[in-house]
């Protein structure tokens, strides 16, 4: 039997951060239908037991699969850790069974994780890169990162996807109410945002700030105490689905002062539903928001800048729906889902992967 199956291995698509969302995109916009793909979870939300039977599950599966000699490719979503250590092993695996790779990378802080890795840890990430037959970036920025690594020419920049709603309205936007999605915790900014939110509340009574996300919520809560803000900010949770888009409908301005990034997709959907932001210039931010066009971008680290610009886009209703409009262009321009996928169709077909009803060479 000829090889002719991708498989693609990652965290679970239900569940929580960019990765599962990027996939999510993948599987809602007809990427599986286009491609034989197989995809295999290879980290689930749970307990400590769970989240090991899911990554020996995914083993189990993924040697079976390779020794049948269906595979073609393994397409890996990587970030940092324990996902490198995961993902790196799998791709081993297949390496062994004469397999092509993708190592696609998605977190932020990957650079950081190199550079405070010990050196038979480096010498690992470095060879697992290069021996990737294709190497995938977010962003211009991280692919010059990765062909520090990778084999000349196996670097591509794609994307994340971003699904684009038909129309978006304003109409249920809530005045002062600010907007944060992602893990909340010290990487993403979370506390120059109550410190920025200090700052703010005197200027603007109906202050309010929403955070979607796990991470450090008890200390946060406690931080917030603290600095006598408890009153304006709310904790959602980890929100999904029709919970998330109600969230971008309520807010006037989406807030991510992060330190590190890949490609946030919280950011790009906040974009895709016409939001004005306030954001910082890391990882493949800069790609997706250009300053005083999509968005404002600020200092990383910097409460009293994030302030101001936060209450420059609370004030000016104009400045906020043109940044908006703007915001909403730039996605349908670059991440749209058919501009997306289909750069990962053609990442495959160079692999040798063809689409459905598509003919090899020489048929």
Same mark, same amino acid.
């Given at each position: 039997?000829?090889?002719?199956l991708a498989l693609m291995i990652?965290?679970?698509?239900?569940?929580?951060?960019?990765?599962?969302?990027?996939?999510?995109?993948?599987?809602?916009?007809?990427?599986?239908?286009?491609?034989?793909?197989?995809?295999?979870?290879?980290?689930?939300?749970?307990?400590?037991?769970?989240?090991?039977?899911?990554?020996?599950?995914?083993?189990?599966?993924?040697?079976?699969?390779?020794?049948?000699?269906?595979?073609?490719?393994?397409?890996?979503?990587?970030?940092?850790?324990?996902?490198?250590?995961?993902?790196?092993?799998? !791709? %081993?695996? =297949?390496? /062994?069974?004469?397999? @092509?790779?993708?190592?696609?990378?998605?977190?932020?802080? #990957?650079? *950081?994780?190199?550079?405070?890795?010990?050196?038979?840890?480096?010498?690992?990430?470095?060879?697992?890169?290069?021996?990737?037959?294709?190497?995938?970036?977010?962003?211009?920025?991280?692919?010059?990162?990765?062909?520090?690594?990778?084999?000349?020419?196996?670097?591509?920049?794609?994307?994340?996807?971003?699904?684009?709603?038909?129309?978006?309205?304003?109409?249920?936007?809530?005045?002062?109410?600010l907007l944060f999605l992602g893990?909340?915790?010290?990487?993403?900014?979370?506390?120059?945002?109550?410190?920025?939110?200090?700052?703010?509340?005197?200027?603007?009574?109906?202050?309010?700030?929403?955070?979607?996300?796990?991470?450090?919520?008890?200390?946060?809560?406690?931080?917030?105490?603290?600095?006598?803000?408890?009153?304006?900010?709310?904790?959602?949770?980890?929100? !999904? %689905?029709? =919970?998330? /888009?109600?969230?971008? @409908?309520?807010?006037?301005?989406?807030?991510?002062?992060? #330190?590190? *990034?890949?490609?946030?997709?919280?950011?790009?959907?906040?974009?895709?539903?016409?939001?004005?932001?306030?954001?910082?210039?890391?990882?493949?931010?800069?790609?997706?928001?250009?300053?005083?066009?999509?968005?404002?971008?600020?200092?990383?680290?910097?409460?009293?800048?994030?302030?101001?610009?936060?209450?420059r886009l609370l004030r000016d209703?104009?400045?906020?729906?043109?940044?908006?409009?703007?915001?909403?262009?730039?996605?349908?321009?670059?991440?749209?889902?058919?501009?997306?996928?289909?750069?990962?169709?053609?990442?495959?077909?160079?692999?040798?992967?063809?689409?459905?009803?598509?003919?090899?060479?020489?048929?």
């Amino acid at each position: 039997m000829s090889a002719h199956l991708a498989l693609m291995i990652g965290t679970d698509p239900v569940g929580k951060g960019g990765v599962a969302a990027v996939v999510s995109v993948y599987i809602d916009n007809g990427l599986f239908d286009r491609l034989p793909i197989r995809y295999l979870s290879t980290h689930r939300e749970g307990s400590k037991f769970s989240k090991l039977w899911a990554s020996v599950n995914a083993t189990a599966k993924l040697v079976a699969l390779l020794a049948s000699g269906r595979v073609s490719l393994v397409h890996a979503h990587v970030a940092s850790n324990g996902s490198f250590l995961r993902k790196s092993l799998y !791709l %081993g695996l =297949a390496r /062994l069974f004469g397999v @092509a790779t993708v190592f696609h990378l998605h977190g932020g802080g #990957f650079q *950081e994780f190199y550079a405070g890795s010990p050196a038979w840890l480096q010498r690992w990430i470095a060879h697992t890169i290069a021996r990737s037959n294709r190497v995938v970036g977010l962003s211009t920025a991280w692919a010059e990162f990765l062909a520090k690594f990778a084999q000349p020419g196996a670097v591509r920049v794609i994307a994340n996807p971003v699904f684009l709603p038909v129309t978006v309205s304003h109409q249920r936007e809530e005045a002062g109410r600010l907007l944060f999605l992602g893990r909340a915790e010290q990487a993403k900014g979370i506390f120059d945002l109550l410190e920025a939110v200090k700052l703010l509340a005197p200027l603007c009574p109906g202050l309010r700030l929403a955070i979607g996300g796990d991470g450090d919520v008890e200390r946060l809560r406690s931080r917030a105490a603290e600095l006598g803000i408890a009153e304006h900010v709310e904790f959602l949770g980890w929100v !999904l %689905g029709d =919970a998330k /888009l109600q969230q971008f @409908a309520r807010a006037e301005v989406f807030v991510l002062p992060s #330190f590190h *990034e890949g490609l946030p997709m919280a950011m790009l959907e906040a974009m895709a539903h016409g939001k004005a932001m306030v954001v910082t210039p890391v990882g493949g931010i800069p790609e997706a928001v250009q300053p005083g066009q999509q968005g404002l971008l600020v200092t990383p680290g910097q409460p009293q800048e994030l302030a101001d610009a936060l209450l420059r886009l609370l004030r000016d209703t104009g400045l906020r729906m043109q940044l908006g409009e703007r915001a909403r262009a730039r996605v349908a321009e670059r991440f749209g889902t058919e501009r997306v996928l289909g750069q990962v169709a053609a990442l495959y077909r160079e692999l040798g992967v063809q689409e459905f009803g598509a003919k090899g060479p020489g048929q």
